[in-house]
């Protein structure tokens, strides 16, 4: 077990259709980052929030937004969905924000847009 | 832009063997880190074993060890004594080292290892 949360663990919606992933980062972990694993992408970097704040930007769609809570938990919210949106979305977390820090990723949630 | 490519889709090894899993990366920077992850069925991503560039040492994590060959940009992972659990999909990654900016991982296209008993 990483002590990263993420729920649910499975989604299903429709086309159209907005949803919102929550992750809870390791007791004391400042930075969350969100990735997408699909079969056609593999696995891509979208966003970094560190104690609250945006930090770095990756492949993430205009439909697509996260935030940082001042509990540290996050949600990344999706909107507007397409076929092409359903993936495996993990959460990781890190003390810090330092490119030496060990991630600590969750078990996903795998999402079914229908 | 930098990428990560790993050539073989997939690949088996026999109880106790050893096996080697192959990555090419293509970036100008000169520092920054690499990563093996393993996915097993759970979908966990666990980290496996990491590369710091500026270290000439190879990494080494009990069965699990690197050959890291900076002018060539590879960096294969050999697995020893491959047990059943060892089952996964492993993903190689890289990660640009710059102050402030860790967590920014672009991984390759993975390699699907069965371990047969």
């Known amino acids: 077990d990483s002590g990263v949360t993420q729920t649910p663990k499975h989604l299903i919606t429709a086309t159209g259709q907005r949803v919102t992933l929550r992750c809870s980062p390791r007791?004391?972990?400042?930075?969350v980052y969100w990735y997408q694993q699909s079969l056609d992408q593999g696995l891509q970097f979208l966003i970094q929030y560190y104690n609250g704040e945006e930090r770095a930007k990756g492949n993430i769609l205009e439909r697509f937004s996260a935030q940082q809570f001042p509990d540290l938990h996050s949600e990344l919210n999706l909107s507007s969905l397409e076929l092409g949106d359903s993936a495996l979305y993990f959460c990781?977390?890190?003390?810090?924000?330092?490119?030496?820090?060990?991630?600590?990723f969750g078990s996903g949630t795998q999402l079914s847009v229908l | 832009a930098q990428t990560v490519t790993q050539s073989q889709p997939e690949m088996s090894v026999q109880e106790a063997e050893t096996v080697t899993l192959s990555c090419t990366y293509d970036t100008s920077e000169n520092n920054y880190y690499l990563f093996w992850y393993k996915q097993p069925p759970s979908r966990q991503m666990i980290l496996v074993i990491r590369?710091?560039?500026?270290?000439?040492q190879n990494a080494t994590e009990n069965r699990f060890s690197v050959n890291f060959q900076k002018a060539a940009k590879s960096f294969s992972l050999k697995i020893s004594d491959s047990q059943l659990g060892d089952t996964a999909m492993y993903f190689c990654?890289?990660?640009?080292?710059?102050?402030?900016?860790?967590?920014?991982?672009?991984f390759g296209q993975g390699t699907e290892l069965s371990v047969k008993p």
């Open positions: 007791s004391g972990d400042l930075s």
């Open positions: 990781a977390s890190s003390v810090g924000r330092m490119t030496n820090e060990k991630l600590f």
């Open positions: 990654a890289f990660m640009k080292q710059r102050y402030n900016q860790g967590g920014k991982l672009i």
């Open positions: 590369q710091e560039a500026y270290k000439q």
